[in-house]
């Protein structure tokens, strides 16, 4: 990945944070490096002439008292001067003089171009190391005793003090960076925060919550943003609604003349003996078809009422084990087997029972047309998870592929195993209301395989004991 694309995509709070960490570092680096030059320079430059003229007035004291001092006194007197700690060396008439106390001192050790310098009478200096050592020699003819001085100085000190400056220079730089980055995140922080409402309201809409609205902002770059997203979900509400109430309106609008043809019909059905044959057969086709779009436009009309939201839940408490107990008397489950795993028979559910029943038979249906009918309904428990509860109808047909899901919960979604059995069975709306009636109670409902082939359409509601109050919760969720 080119460089660009990978800073790109470090993500906007990770690039501020690395801009305001680089530019404090930049910064930072660039003042400690000024001032470290800078110390740097006047440190050394206030050394060195000190040096210079200290090393001056020790050659003047020479010409004074060299004359009346014996050759063998010679390192005494060069002791007797004031060098602040450096080391003298007197050349008179080729021969080599050190001062007692640096006596250790070779000449040779002063660099030999300043030497000949000096020797050839030109007063000099110069940096040079000794033994790794920075140091500064001084030299000083003194032509009318045709004697050379010099005097070497260590600058170690100053070397010292200069590399503690420079450690403490670095130290702050590398803190200002940090601060710097930490400053990034901080201001990236509250920058990304409005943004971070807008992604939350835009989650809860999409989760179904038309009527969410971002709260109005004094601050004019924001307002801007939460003006055009508030009218923005105005717009998509209204539209939403439109349709809905649309869809809800032909429903209804379709329910009385289907009424009145199902009448007619039965009218006519119940002559039906006296017709002959194809007239019979085509009175029957009639019925079945129109039974078929009664179904569907009652369907339609449940699906449309839940999207303007004009639904009521009529919520009771009851037990699971006697839920499932009445929906297998009331006729829901058609004889299919019942299960109550004892962990939740005691379990209480506030569920709209006309709902739940729906549910129930939607799902045995489904399994009766396509699967060869229920072999089981079931309540049952999940594993560390006392308060929810599983109502479970197992078949053992050809189970639901992978990819279809969840699309078989969408509105007129018809599988593959609708396409085996023909065209006219149902319209696909059976499942979408189910997954409608699920989450209206706070629930969840998927497909799985089931353990020896066909499948288990799961119901996953929240439950609680006696005496828990969990409506609160489930308005909530709502
Ligand atoms: N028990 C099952 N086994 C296999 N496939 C199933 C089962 N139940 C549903 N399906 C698949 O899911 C699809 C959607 O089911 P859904 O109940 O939503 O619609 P439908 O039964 O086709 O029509 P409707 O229920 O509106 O009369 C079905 O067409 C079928 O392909
Ligand atoms: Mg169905």
Not at 103 to 129: C, D, K, N, W, Y
Not at 136 to 142: F, Q, T
Not at 364 to 378: K, L, R, W
Not at 429 to 455: P, Q, T, Y
Request: glycine share 10%; aromatic share 6%; with cysteine.
């Amino acid at each position: 990945m080119p460089p660009a694309d990978r800073w790109w995509r470090l993500g906007l709070r990770a690039r501020v944070t690395a801009t305001f960490g680089l530019g404090a570092l930049v910064l930072s680096a660039t003042m400690a490096c000024l001032t470290y030059l800078t110390a740097r320079q006047f440190i050394l430059h206030q050394r060195e002439t000190s040096i210079i003229r200290q090393a001056y007035d020790n050659a003047s004291l020479l010409r004074s008292t060299l004359p009346t001092t014996d050759a063998s006194q010679i390192p005494q007197l060069l002791d007797s001067f004031d060098t602040g700690g450096a080391r003298s060396v007197l050349e008179q008439n080729g021969v080599w003089h050190t001062a007692y106390s640096a006596s250790f001192f070779r000449q040779e050790q002063i660099p030999l171009g300043l030497r000949t310098m000096v020797l050839a009478g030109r007063p000099a200096e110069q940096h040079f190391l000794l033994n790794g050592s920075p140091e500064l020699a001084v030299g000083v003819p003194v032509p009318s005793l045709g004697a050379h001085y010099f005097e070497v100085f260590s600058l170690l000190e100053e070397a010292k003090t200069l590399r503690i400056l420079a450690l403490a220079l670095a130290g702050a730089a590398l803190v200002t960076t940090v601060v710097g980055a930490v400053i990034g995140r901080w201001a990236s922080g509250r920058l990304l925060r409005p943004l971070g409402a807008v992604a939350q309201a835009a989650e809860t809409i999409a989760g179904g919550r038309l009527d969410t609205r971002l709260t109005a902002s004094d601050d004019p770059d924001l307002s801007r943003l939460t003006g055009s997203f508030n009218r923005m979900t105005d717009a998509l509400q209204e539209r939403i609604e439109r349709e809905a109430r649309f869809s809800s309106d032909v429903s209804h609008e379709l329910r009385s003349p289907l009424t009145t043809l199902a009448t007619a019909l039965d009218v006519l059905e119940a002559s039906a003996e006296e017709l002959p044959d194809r007239p019979r057969q085509a009175l029957r086709l009639l019925g079945d078809e129109l039974r078929r779009f009664q179904h569907m436009v009652a369907d339609l009309l449940e699906i449309s009422r839940a999207d303007t939201g004009a639904t009521d839940l009529s919520l009771e408490e009851v037990e699971v084990g006697e839920l499932v107990h009445q929906l297998a008397a009331s006729g829901g489950t058609r004889g299919v087997p019942v299960r109550v795993d004892p962990r939740v028979g005691e379990l209480r559910l506030w569920v709209d029972k006309r709902r739940i029943e729906r549910v129930v038979a939607n799902l045995i249906g489904n399994a009766a047309q396509y699967a060869g009918g229920a072999t089981e309904v079931a309540a049952e428990a999940i594993p560390g998870q006392p308060d929810r509860v599983r109502l479970v109808v197992t078949d053992r047909g050809p189970g639901v592929g992978e990819e279809e899901r969840q699309l078989i919960f969408e509105r007129f979604y018809r599988g593959a195993a609708a396409g085996r059995r023909g065209a006219t069975d149902g319209a696909g709306l059976g499942l979408s209301l189910v997954a409608e009636h699920v989450r209206l109670h706070g629930g969840d409902v998927w497909v799985e395989d089931a353990a020896g082939g066909g499948s288990r359409f799961v119901v996953e509601l929240p439950a609680h004991r006696r005496g828990d109050a969990t409506v609160p919760a489930l308005q909530a969720a709502r």
